[in-house]
């Protein structure tokens, strides 16, 4: 896109967006959503939710019991997306050294050389990651948090645009290990997809029981669209109030007795960052309260800890009292 224009003042960079860059991220993400949805039955809100998460640069978890098309809807994003796609099954004896690459010696050249692991990928589809042990998902945390992978004290970057699509099976089922707070963190959002609706079961048993139905599905947007994308996403207007608010509602969780630990300073920029890329998804070039609202369980629920225990329906209804108990300012 062009006709963008930025000016600096002070420590932010301001940009001018009109409608017609909010018109064009719409466009982009409306047939992303559409290819997405040929392959998933009823799961129209977690598409959205993963393509809010893609335009705002954050990874993604999805988390819920097998079978329920957490894998299918990671490799649908693969598809839609002109990219490097590599796909990861954690087990529990894989090693680091699977994931991020290692140094082998070329016995022509008489020299160590990377072999890339297959987390150098734009989308890398980390399936059950809590199936790692510890030491692998430490691995994994490196290239999430800082975009880069350190193997024998060489650094190596990942890709741009990159981002990690991780399932998860529930931690009370066997040979799964809880991922750190630390990981969990770097997730930009949390989704559960849920049982299909009976109707949506019945076409899912008409149309894939015989077809894979990843196999119609085709790339409808690139690398460089999608960091152009991003690059309107992140200048959607945010008010100081809008911003002053969603303080606030960190703030609530770290004072709320219910809540053992509260959300992080990151997960107020997550929440930010969501917020501008489903203000852009609306048709608008500015953040409102109903944007921080609708995203606030999907991004900050799995950043606490409740009292009662780190179960994820709580955790999302504790969030759901700390918004209906923080004030919302008229000129927001």
């Known amino acids: 896109m062009e006709g963008m224009s930025t000016s600096q003042e002070g420590t932010q960079t301001n940009s001018v967006i009109g409608a017609e860059h909010i018109e064009w991220v719409q466009n982009l993400t409306s047939r992303a959503r559409t290819a997405m949805n040929s392959v998933l039955e009823g799961k129209d809100e977690a598409v959205g939710l993963s393509l809010i998460a893609l335009l705002a640069g954050g990874h993604v978890l999805l988390e819920d019991v097998p079978g329920v098309g957490k894998t299918l809807l990671a490799r649908a994003m693969g598809k ?7 796909r990861i099954q954690f087990t529990p004896d894989l090693l680091p050294t699977d994931v991020v690459g290692v140094n082998l010696f070329n016995q022509e050249t008489r020299h160590f050389e990377f072999r890339q692991g297959p987390v150098f990928a ?5 399936d059950e990651i809590n199936r790692a042990s510890p030491k692998t998902q430490s691995a994994m945390l490196e290239c999430m948090a800082e975009g880069q992978a350190t193997i024998d004290g060489q650094t190596y970057p990942m890709p741009t645009p990159f981002i990690v699509v991780a399932t998860q099976n529930p931690i009370d089922m066997e040979g799964t290990y809880a991922l750190p707070e630390a990981q969990r963190d770097r997730f930009l959002t949390r989704i559960s997809l849920g049982y299909p609706a009976t109707s949506d079961e019945v076409d899912l048993l008409d149309n894939q029981i015989q ?9 409808v947007t690139n690398l460089e669209q999608i960091t152009q994308a991003r690059t309107i996403v992140r ?29 992080s300073p990151r997960g107020g920029v997550h929440l930010l960052r969501a917020a501008k890329a489903r203000a852009a998804l609306s048709g608008r070039t500015f953040v409102t309260p109903d944007d921080v609202q609708a995203l606030a369980p999907y991004i900050l629920a799995h950043r606490i800890i409740p009292r009662d225990g780190d179960d994820a329906d709580l955790a999302a209804d504790l969030i759901g009292r700390v918004l209906s108990r923080v004030p919302v300012s008229a000129n927001q």
């Open 80 to 86: 839609v997306v002109d990219g490097s796609v590599r």
């Open 122 to 126: 734009n989308i890398v589809i980390a």
């Open 211 to 219: 077809n894979d139905p990843l196999e119609t599905a085709a790339a």
């Open 235 to 263: 200048h959607v207007s945010a008010s100081r109030q809008l911003r002053e608010y969603i303080v606030a509602i960190l703030h609530a969780t770290r004072n709320d007795q219910a809540i053992l630990l509260g959300s």
